[in-house]
Each structure stands twice: as structure tokens, then as C-alpha cells.
Antibody, heavy 121, light 107 residues
Framework: EVQLVQSGAEVKKPGESLKISCKGS????????IGWVRQMPGKGLEWMGI????????RYSPSFQGQVTISADKSISTAYLQWSSLKASDTAMYYC??????????????WGQGTLVTVSS | AIWMTQSPSLLSASTGDRVTISCRMS??????LAWYQQKPGKAPELLIY???TLQSGVPSRFSGSGSGTDFTLTISCLQSEDFATYYC?????????FGGGTKVEIK
């Protein structure tokens, strides 16, 4: 069974750094892209970026380029999303997701449970 | 980048109704369009891909149509469990953006 398990909720202050995780299991982690999607409170879904754990090829949506860093450690089947300096506007639910097929990187079929990040002074 | 317009943003309907949600693209995307359902407090779920292919396990009252720039999600006979928010997403080009969402609420 394919599963994506994300790290728990975080409460941080503006300016702090953060790294959240997404552990994949039940499939070949290095053969599928992993995407990250943001959902701000009461708002819609926003595509952030994707990574191919097999070779760490990473693509960012222009809106998120330079704002976050996506990485992966294939030895432990885990993808990461990190911030070097959080802002209040980073408060959101963050989902990781895996595509339906290896060749359709953006068609997301399996989703993590979400990680709620709250940034407040 | 491709822009998309999803409408309506809010749809009030009753159980048993037939409802239609539209997604329009700023340029042609062939059939590279997906529909997702999201219930409160839950992650989105893939309903339809390739514009009209039902994901495994999705009830047949859901259907998708369209190609090029205009797409439609139809729920033929709305059930109580269908009250949720629906998103379209193009995966023809990067970034694979989502539509703004349509909340289907009880009338």
C-alpha cells in the first residue's frame, strides 16, 4: 500500500527556520516524483514544486522559487520542504503528494495527511 | 504560463440535483486536465484525469468532459457525501496550476 506520512504540526516565530518531511512507503521511492502543495487557511490549492528523488531533479513554481527549498533523502525515502526564514504569510497546510504514474509528474494520486505550519509572534 | 478560470466558486444544490462545474484555460491543454475533491480537514483526492477518465473507485455519477480549453465536471445525482470543494488542475505544462475551487454546499 502506497503511503505518504508527513511530520507533525509546527508552531514557529517569524524569522525562524523550518524543515518538514514526507516519508514514502509501499512503492519505489526513487521512481516517482514527489510534489508539494500549499493551502492557506480557507483558500485553494497552490502548486509549489516537485522533486525526483532518483536524481534530486527539482522544479519550482515561479511563485515559490527562492522562497522554499525542496530536497529528498532517498536512503530513508523521505522528501523535505524547508524555509530559512519564515513569515506570517507562510502559515498554511502543506501537503506532499505522489503522482499516479512515473511519467505524469503533476497528476497527484497519493497524498500525505498534511502538515500545518503556523507562524506567529 | 497558463491561466485557468474555474466557475462557479460556490454552488448551492440539493441531494439528487445534477451539478456542473466549469474550467476554462487561457490556452489549449489537449486533455491534460484533472479534477480533485477535497472535504474539510482532509487531503484532496483525485477524481478524474485525462479530462474524462474516472479514477478507480470513484462513483459513476461523476463524469468529466472537454478538451482544448473548456472542461466540465458533472455530478449526475448529488449525494450527501459529494458536498465538498472541487478543483481542476492542468498538467499539460509547468507549473501545473489548480483552479480556484468550487464549493458545493447544501441548498
Amino acid at each position: 500500500e502506497v503511503q505518504l506520512v508527513q511530520s507533525g504540526a509546527e508552531v514557529k516565530k517569524p524569522g525562524e527556520s523550518l524543515k518538514i518531511s514526507c516519508k514514502g512507503s509501499g512503492y519505489s521511492f526513487t521512481s516517482y516524483w514527489i510534489g508539494w502543495v500549499r493551502q492557506m487557511p480557507g483558500k485553494g490549492l497552490e502548486w509549489m514544486g516537485i522533486i525526483y528523488p532518483g536524481d534530486s531533479d527539482t522544479r519550482y513554481s515561479p511563485s515559490f522559487q527562492g522562497q522554499v527549498t525542496i530536497s529528498a533523502d532517498k536512503s530513508i525515502s523521505t522528501a523535505y520542504l524547508q524555509w530559512s526564514s519564515l513569515k506570517a504569510s507562510d502559515t498554511a497546510m502543506y501537503y506532499c503528494a505522489r503522482p499516479k504514474e512515473p511519467t505524469t509528474a503533476a497528476l497527484l494520486d497519493y497524498w500525505g495527511q498534511g502538515t500545518l505550519v503556523t507562524v506567529s509572534s | 504560463a497558463i491561466w485557468m478560470t474555474q466557475s462557479p466558486s460556490l454552488l448551492s444544490a440539493s441531494t439528487g440535483d445534477r451539478v456542473t462545474i466549469s474550467c476554462r484555460m487561457s490556452q489549449g491543454i489537449s486533455s491534460y486536465l484533472a479534477w480533485y475533491q477535497q472535504k474539510p480537514g482532509k487531503a484532496p483526492e483525485l477524481l478524474i484525469y485525462a479530462a474524462s477518465t474516472l479514477q478507480s473507485g470513484v462513483p459513476s455519477r461523476f463524469s468529466g468532459s472537454g478538451s482544448g480549453t473548456d472542461f466540465t465536471l458533472t455530478i449526475s445525482c448529488l449525494q450527501s457525501e459529494d458536498f465538498a470543494t472541487y478543483y481542476c488542475q492542468q498538467y499539460y505544462s509547468f507549473p501545473p496550476i489548480f483552479g480556484g475551487g468550487t464549493k458545493v454546499e447544501i441548498k
